[in-house]
């Protein structure tokens, strides 16, 4: 058994029930997946739409944990969000962090006594010397070092973790989900008015760096642009029937004016208000909603609509035609696949080789394994060989790549002398 043996393969048709979603009960009888129903195969992909969102209070998108107490995130206190937008994004500015020093004593909170209580102060010390520039922003406001309210070694470990997990998520998703959230929407809950939340409305995708162990963390803006909160979007206008104004993440981006927009949307509603200063770095993940959006039907060309696309036609409605069997995956390969016909640029298991082999042949199917059994060497595997078969077929397979996955593939295209066929991000 090869190290990416969890690796495997799921070929599902139509009718047999493994499919659930939206289940359905009608006169009483056991729930039937969406799939298995006669609604309009438009409304079973809205259904199955709709639960790809997190409307609830666990989607950091919709409730951002302000505080850095027992969660993976640093608040930013004391600053400025139109300045750090300012420096950070139109300027390009790298960033470092101030830890919190005691209203009582001035000084920076360590030691040990320190290490006993919570690594946050409640209190901060106000600077002596801070002067207004003709702007009239304070000097504070101007530089490129945010205030927290952590001690230094509570500011260190959390960096630290910050760090080295958004190190790891990107290379097991392949996307960044670390962002600084300037500015928030507080709004209450119409079910609970006890509990108020705070949802980000601009996100920057960032990145913290450093030289080495000795130095300062520096926070500084990825080469992506910067949006606004979709999932956000989406809950007030399914929810509460609030649109939001039009982002635009251009040069003339003005925050402080689309605060004011986003201000006057929720104008109606009682006790929700815009935090323009409100600053977090943390995790923030859009997988799931940009799924949501690129399964719109009204986003796809006239003519090319998805719900007219022949798999999706086959989940929703039509199901699939029987099809031949698989080799199995216990089998002895070698009488199938002739190593002269694998045309692989990484290593592969008999799993992986299988799949590339399957592929090949026209064969539609889903990749599974967890973190770490192999799924970007086996894609890349997969566009390897189809660049091989012929320009046009290792076009569609590029193609067909999501951004989580085109990064790690085209790593392994890079290190393995097959650079010239990555383009972009790919």
Known sequence: MGPYRALSMIYESSGDGTLASSPIIENGELPISVFQSDLPIDEKLDRARTEL????????????????????????????????????????????????????????????????????????????????????????????????????????????????????????????????????????????????????????????????????????????????????????????????PAFEANDGFDPASYFGEVADAVSAKPGWEVHPDVIVLGFFSFAKFLMYRDLDPQTWPNGGRITDRTLVRGLLSDGFDGSEGMIPEDANIDPFIPPSAMLHIVDSDSSQALVVHEVRRGRDMVIQGSPGTGKSQTIANIVASAIADGPDQGRAGARHLRRNAARPTGARFRGHGSAAHCVGEF
């Not at 139109?90 to 919570?118: N, Y």
């Not at 959230?181 to 760096?209: C, M, S, T, Y």
């Open 53 to 244: 969102l997190d409307l609830s209070a666990r989607n950091r998108l919709l409730n951002m944990p302000r505080s850095s107490k027992g969660a993976k995130a640093v608040e930013v206190v004391d600053e400025v969000g139109t300045e750090v937008f300012r420096l950070l994004v139109q300027e390009g500015k790298p960033f470092t962090f101030l830890a919190g020093r005691s209203a009582q004593s001035g000084e920076p909170v360590d030691g040990e006594a320190a290490a006993e209580e919570a690594d946050e102060i409640a209190d901060l010390a106000q600077p002596e010397d801070d002067i207004i520039d003709g702007r009239g922003i304070f000097s504070r406001y101007a530089d490129t070092r945010l205030q927290t309210r952590l001690t230094p070694k509570g500011l260190q470990k959390r960096l630290l973790e910050l760090y080295f997990d958004a190190r790891t998520l990107e290379e097991e998703q392949g996307v960044n989900i670390l962002y600084l959230a300037l500015g928030a929407l507080k709004w209450i809950d119409p079910n609970n008015a006890a509990n108020i939340r705070f949802a980000p409305l601009v996100l920057v995708p960032v990145q913290l760096e450093r030289g080495n162990a000795g130095e300062k963390f520096k926070l500084r803006m990825r080469q992506e642009d910067y949006a606004s909160n979709l999932s956000l979007e989406a809950f007030l206008d399914r929810v509460h029937g609030i649109r939001l």
